[in-house]
C-alpha cells in the first residue's frame, strides 16, 4: 500500500484528502505545520508528499528546496491559493513534481497522484495460452472455456487474466493494477477494479464468493493461484 504524506494547515482541506485518498486504499498520515511536516517527511517512509505552498511556519517552498537538499527524492505534489503565485512557483524550480490550484478536482487530483506514483512497467513473459482448474484461455485467439463450455470474456478481462498469470502466486496491489493494465489515461477507481475482480471471478470460479484461483489478501491485493 502506497504511503501519502500531506502537508496543510487547513484541517477542513485535511479532512477532505484524507477521506478521498483512503477510499482509493492510499495509507495518509498529515502535519498541520511546516515543520512538523518536514520532520515527518525526512523521517517517514512515504510514496508521495502533497504540500501546501503556504504554511503559518515554514513556507511550502522551503520545505521542498530542503527536501532536495537531503537528498530526499520522493514525488512531490504542490498545492498553491493562485495561479499567480503557481507560475512563481514554477519559476523558482524548487524541485516540486508538480502543481495544481486550490480549488481542485478530487477526482483530478487523485489522478495526478497515481500518474506521479506510477512506476515504470515491469519486463514479463508474453503468453499464448494457459490452463488452471477446469478454464482453459488462448490469449492469441480471444478465446475461453470452462469445462469445455465458451466463456465470454471482454477485451480488458483477458488482460487481467494475462497479468495474473504472468505474476503468479505474487501480491499484487490494485495500485499495480491500475498503472500496467490500465494505465493512468484509463484510470477506473479502486472500487470499480474490486466490482471488476467479482465479476470476473463470476466467469471463471466454480464458487466465485469462495475463489480457489483469484485471491483477495486484505489490505494488499489480490494474488492468482494456479
Known amino acids: ?7 496543510e494547515d487547513e484541517p477542513a482541506t485535511v ?3 484524507e477521506e478521498a485518498l483512503k477510499e482509493e486504499y492510499f495509507e495518509v498520515s498529515s502535519a498541520l505545520t511546516g515543520e512538523h511536516g518536514y520532520k515527518k517527511a525526512k523521517d517517514g517512509d512515504y510514496n508521495l508528499i502533497i504540500l501546501d505552498l503556504k504554511l503559518p511556519d515554514m513556507s511550502g517552498i522551503d520545505i521542498c528546496k530542503n527536501l532536495r537538499k537531503d537528498e530526499i527524492q520522493i514525488p512531490i505534489l504542490m498545492l498553491t491559493a493562485k495561479k499567480q503565485e ?7 524550480e524548487i524541485g516540486a513534481d508538480y502543481y495544481m490550484t486550490k ?5 483530478e487530483l487523485i489522478a495526478v497522484v497515481r500518474r ?18 477446469n478454464v482453459f484461455i488462448n490469449f492469441k485467439n480471444k478465446d475461453a472455456t ?10 480488458m478481462e483477458f488482460e487481467v487474466m494475462k497479468y495474473f498469470i504472468q505474476h503468479e502466486s505474487e501480491v499484487i496491489d490494485r495500485d499495480s493494477l491500475l498503472d500496467d493494465v490500465w494505465g493512468y489515461e484509463n ?11 467479482l465479476s470476473l471471478r463470476k466467469k471463471i470460479e466454480d464458487d466465485y464468493k469462495n475463489p480457489k484461483h483469484i485471491l483477495t489478501k486484505h489490505g494488499a491485493g489480490y494474488k492468482f493461484v494456479k
Open 1 to 7: 500500500m502506497k504511503k501519502i504524506l500531506i502537508i
Open 15 to 17: 479532512a477532505g484528502l
Open 86 to 92: 503557481m507560475d512563481k512557483v514554477l519559476g523558482l
Open 103 to 107: 480549488p481542485f478536482s478530487i477526482k
Open 116 to 133: 506521479l506514483l506510477k512506476r515504470p512497467p515491469t519486463m514479463i513473459t508474453e503468453i499464448d495460452e494457459f490452463s488452471f482448474g
Open 146 to 155: 470452462k469445462n469445455g463450455k465458451q466463456v465470454e470474456l471482454t477485451a
Open 187 to 197: 484510470y477506473p477507481s479502486t472500487r470499480t477494479v474490486d466490482n471488476f475482480i
